[in-house]
């Protein structure tokens, strides 16, 4: 062993060589990493596309994962279930046929199961193969379902637009009204790592705390309409307001109320990473990145024009870099910490890239810790070749 490092020592075109073996296995023997490095740009990333040629349908709203690992698009054209390979129309086990064709929402739950909200108004439940349809008679009007949520009491919550708030109770659906403190319509709902139920109306947002039975509003005279809601890893409830852009939710008592960073950017979704990136969808210019939104600053221009501020802190990606889609409706993180979006013209995925660029002048024994992103990057791939729906069928390029 003491000859092989002098020989090695000796001999820098054998270095270049050991060091490249050594690199390879460690990109495959590595410990896992969730989530996409935050240091590693937009266009670095490894991106994946697929359209009609590929299978898969256009107009995608909606995207979740059940527990089984199967990705599931809600599109104007029906249910779609993907297992990395094959994109399927979805159909039951006991051959039902769904109410309607046009899904608005998705929501995965943790029992396996999986909510569908549909555009024309009404909920269907999927479990082990079977559909529970929730519509007219157990308390629903014609108003799409634009969102679902899972409080920590298993309580699960919709806004449905104008047709306002409602939770399920037994097998009907309760409408959220004044007698809890709430009137008017719900465009998104979510619920924070403590439990709060937040929901956004057209000009303000509500929030009702864990175990509580009065909504207070948190936020108003907001620009129309507030759309999604993130939660950052340090607890800071970011909101997609239409009329403004992608900021932290002004909470009285915390940033006292006032415009602080923000992404100047018309957003139908927005959602962050494991790493801590926040990743935002827009309605015609495909989609933002903010690698550390900790370090936004608020905006240097307001009026019609600040849509066109460039902040260098935040990453695009459009149809001429490669998305499927400029109009992108939904974003979604798998389990793998995979990126994924749904747009008018498909589905588009981003994830760790398993190549870092080095210069071969560069590359030594002693500097090896230049590729420590490589051999921690193939997480994804290494859960992929052992378990995971979307490892034991996949083989093809797309993934590898």
């Not at 073996?21 to 937009?42: A, H, K």
Request: aromatic share 14%; with cysteine.
């Amino acid at each position: 062993m003491i000859d092989f490092v002098r020989s090695l020592a000796r001999n820098p075109r054998r270095q270049w060589r050991f060091g490249f073996w050594l690199c390879s296995w460690l990109l495959f023997l590595c410990v896992p990493l969730y989530g996409i490095d935050r240091d590693q740009e937009l266009a670095e990333l490894y991106h994946t596309a697929w359209t009609f040629k590929d299978g898969a349908p256009p107009e995608i709203y909606a995207l979740a994962q059940t527990t089984d690992g199967f990705l599931w698009l809600g599109t104007a054209t029906g249910l779609f279930r993907f297992d990395g390979i094959r994109f399927e129309p979805y159909k039951p086990q006991s051959g039902q046929a769904f109410p309607q064709r046009s899904v608005s929402s998705l929501f995965a739950v943790p029992d396996g199961g999986l909510w569908v909200g549909y555009r024309y108004g009404g909920v269907s439940f999927i479990k082990n193969g079977t559909v529970t349809d929730y519509g007219k008679p157990e308390g629903f009007t014609s108003h799409a379902v634009l969102a679902f949520a899972h409080d920590r009491q298993g309580t699960i919550w919709i806004a449905a637009g104008e047709d306002g708030l409602a939770r399920l109770q037994g097998s009907r659906w309760s409408k959220i009204g004044t007698d809890w403190g709430f009137a008017g319509q719900a465009n998104t709902i979510f619920v924070d790592r403590a439990g709060t139920v937040w929901v956004g109306t057209a000009t303000s947002v509500a929030y009702l705390v864990e175990g509580g039975h009065q909504f207070q509003i948190a936020a108003r005279d907001l620009l129309p309409i507030l759309q999604s809601f993130a939660e950052a890893p340090d607890g800071t409830l970011w909101m997609a307001e239409g009329g403004y852009g992608v900021r932290p939710v002004p909470l009285p008592g915390k940033n006292n109320g006032r415009f602080g960073p923000a992404v100047l950017v018309g957003a139908p979704a927005i959602t962050f990473d494991k790493q801590g990136s926040l990743w935002i969808t827009t309605a015609g210019n495909g989609i933002r990145r903010v690698p550390y939104p900790e370090r936004l600053h608020p905006p240097q221009i307001k009026g019609p024009s600040a849509w066109q501020f460039h902040n260098s802190e935040v990453e695009a990606f459009t149809q001429e870099n490669g998305m499927t889609g400029d109009y992108v409706h939904c974003v979604l993180q798998d389990r793998e910490g995979n990126v994924w979006f749904g747009t008018s013209g498909g589905l588009d995925q981003f994830r760790q890239s398993p190549v870092v660029s080095v210069p071969s002048s560069q590359f030594r024994i002693g500097v090896l810790c230049r590729f420590h992103r490589c051999t921690l990057l193939q997480q994804a791939r290494w859960r992929r070749l052992t378990k995971g729906r979307f490892g034991l069928r996949v083989s093809g390029p797309k993934f590898c």
